[in-house]
């Protein structure tokens, strides 16, 4: 196995996109899933999870802003470990998010009240919020669509947002808080086992919200405990040996904003450097991929039960059939059609 090969490999095993988990364990171990858009989530754990269930595919999970920094699925009893690496229990910062520490203190106790009252919708809080005197002003500061007060809550387990698309939010367990650097020390070790072998760029890239000097503090800590495997002069660590001996698969159905593409800073064990940007756009929207043959060359969308396959490049009639293969398993009687296109017929 070529070394792109097997870094490859490892990702995909480590990242349970070859062999499937119970839900629990896929969320733990990624760290949680990012869940901007609640479809993307749903397909990563339709195809990672081995309990997958089509009514109630969040079982056991909450949506919270997550230590790095974007709304995540994480397990509920979880909840602590990563609010503790996030780093904000204490109390509220005076002027954050144009709120003051006075409006925060006065209004967050509110805004639990109504939720436990079962009035737990975003517009259903604005209207109360509205008509026990918030001003117009202070209503768009808290909730405020990247954060406001809502998400400071969130970030000191006062609440949780509903893991469903309706905005929604509900009052958690107690949080049992432990200290920043020994939820972080579980998290990196989490990183080299399932994400390895990886760079420490690449590590950085993937806790971009954690300062550098605390990050360098316990990275020096650990890697000393890891495997180092060089390749092309660059050293790529991991917690266990990597596996030489796999077999890549003929295709890998990839969920948008999936680990496998954010998991690393340098993306060349999957995809062409040519072909990034037919990936992620300009915004930072990650698409739904597709893996052939050991490399990203397509994108897919699903569509009501249409199927919907972009190539990067020339298909092979061995990939139409593959694809063909895959989304069967995967996808079922709920897939009716599936439409292939090209980028360049677009140009």
Known sequence: MKNREMLLYSSLKGLYLLN?????????????LQAQFANYPKASLRIRASDFQEADPFAGLVKIWSHRGTMHLVPEDELGLHLSAYDNAGPFVHGYWGISQADAEYWAPFIEEEIERDNNTRDGLKVACAQRGMGEELLHQVFYGWGGLIREMVCRGRIVC????????????????????????VFLRRYFEHYGPA????????????????????LNELLPELVCTVIDGKKYYSLHAPDTDGALPECVLVPGFDQLILGYKDRDRMIDRCFLRELTTISGIV?????????????????????LV??????????????????????????????????????
């Open 20 to 32: 499937k988990a119970d839900t629990h364990t896929v969320v733990s171990d990624l760290m949680g």
């Open 162 to 185: 509903g893991t469903g698309t309706q905005k929604e939010y509900f009052i958690p367990n107690p949080v049992i808080w432990v200290d920043r650097d020994q939820a972080r020390r």
């Open 199 to 218: 760079t420490v760029s690449d590590c950085r890239y993937f806790f971009s919200n954690w300062k550098k000097n605390d990050m360098d503090l316990l």
């Open 287 to 307: 698409s739904p991929s597709i893996l052939l043959r050991g490399r990203i060359r397509a994108r897919w969308k699903l569509d009501g039960s249409k199927f």
């Open 310 to 347: 972009t190539s990067f490049e020339k298909r092979l009639k061995r990939d139409e059939a593959a694809i063909r293969r895959k989304v069967r398993q995967v996808f079922g009687k709920q897939v009716k059609e599936i439409v292939f296109d090209d980028v360049e017929t677009k140009k």
